[in-house]
């Protein structure tokens, strides 16, 4: 589930509280609401976090160029959003009203069938489970428009000097950053591949809505229809980054230790909140095969979730 998150900043601190505490309970576990004060405020938790849409108070200016801004008018005329320069509601109405415009606003546009893409996250606690051999693999198993395997492990092993420029950008939600990507892509073996960071220490501050909008401008291009990320685990301090991929493949290994280790990683995802997660994820035995052999992809699809593929597209079951 997509949990949205909104920001209030409004002077009138009583106002802000009472109708973050009224977003917070009315949108249940999908809507996260903060309030602050001043811009400055705003500011400082922006550095280290995101918000999907920020309401601002009349006499305060939006100052954030990268952020869905609605300003809260105090003049009935504008008892459903304005869409002008930045959109606009009546901040004295129901809570209803409002979260049901808000709602609108966040409501991710419907994309055509061409710009469709399924995003695969390979993760696991253990080592030398055949993470990325399997990333791989479900990246090259794409016979619709290709794949593409993106690379977070802990310490790139692909002996290509990845572009550091790419999470760079994401954080600054540049416009830069199609282009960036194209001469980033490198091809090999009729698959596509993207190192986006090198070591563990340039891809740590990622956070989910990160990979979000990343997904966001691939689908927009049109041009994979299978994003697989292969993921280490030391790249990740934002564990919320599993709920952002439509299917999580988790290697397992079968001897002793390593199953002790999956079940402290169990129940520690579990007291994280990502019970859902784990619980959805197809833990599998990764052979030791190359990524584009038979007994890969056998094993593949005997793990569930992708079996051969129709000509229709995807046949996920």
Not at 282 to 303: F, G, K, L, Q, T
Request: proline share 3%.
């Amino acid at each position: 589930m997509r949990v949205r998150s909104i920001g209030i900043c409004d002077r009138d601190i009583e106002y802000a509280t009472v109708l973050m505490d009224s977003l917070n309970h009315r949108g249940r576990d999908e809507i996260r609401a903060y309030a602050f004060t001043d811009t400055e405020a705003l500011g400082k938790y922006l550095e280290k976090n995101d918000l999907d849409i920020v309401l601002f108070g009349e006499d305060i200016s939006p100052k954030e160029q990268n952020i869905r801004s609605v300003i809260l008018s105090e003049n009935p005329e504008f008892k459903e959003v304005s869409v002008t320069e930045h959109n606009v509601i009546f901040k004295y109405q129901s809570i209803s009203v409002i979260l049901g415009e808000l709602e609108k606003l966040m409501k991710p546009a419907e994309i055509s069938v061409r710009k469709r893409c399924r995003f695969i996250g390979v993760y696991s606690p253990l080592g030398r489970s055949g993470k990325t051999r399997l990333a791989t693999a479900l990246a090259a198993m794409d016979e619709v428009r290709g794949g593409l395997y993106i690379g977070l492990e802990n310490y790139s092993g692909a002996g290509e000097v990845p572009c550091t420029d790419v999470f760079y950008l994401v954080k600054q939600r540049s416009r830069e950053i199609s282009q960036v990507l194209e001469s980033a892509i490198i091809r090999k073996d009729d698959l596509c591949f993207l190192y986006a960071s090198g070591t563990y220490m340039d891809s740590r501050d990622v956070q989910a809505a990160d990979i979000e909008w990343l997904n966001q401008e691939l689908t927009g291009s049109g041009r994979f229809s299978t994003v697989c990320y292969d993921i280490g685990s030391a790249a990740v301090e934002d564990m919320e980054i599993l709920k952002t991929f439509d299917l999580l493949y988790i290697p397992v290994l079968q001897d002793g230790i390593s199953q002790i280790k999956m079940g402290i990683f169990r129940k520690m995802a579990r007291g994280m909140g990502l019970g859902e997660e784990i619980a959805r994820a197809v833990e599998i035995e990764v052979p030791d095969a190359d990524y584009n052999s038979s007994e890969m992809v056998r094993a593949i699809w005997n793990a569930g979730k992708i079996t051969p593929r129709r000509r229709d597209g995807y046949s996920d079951r």
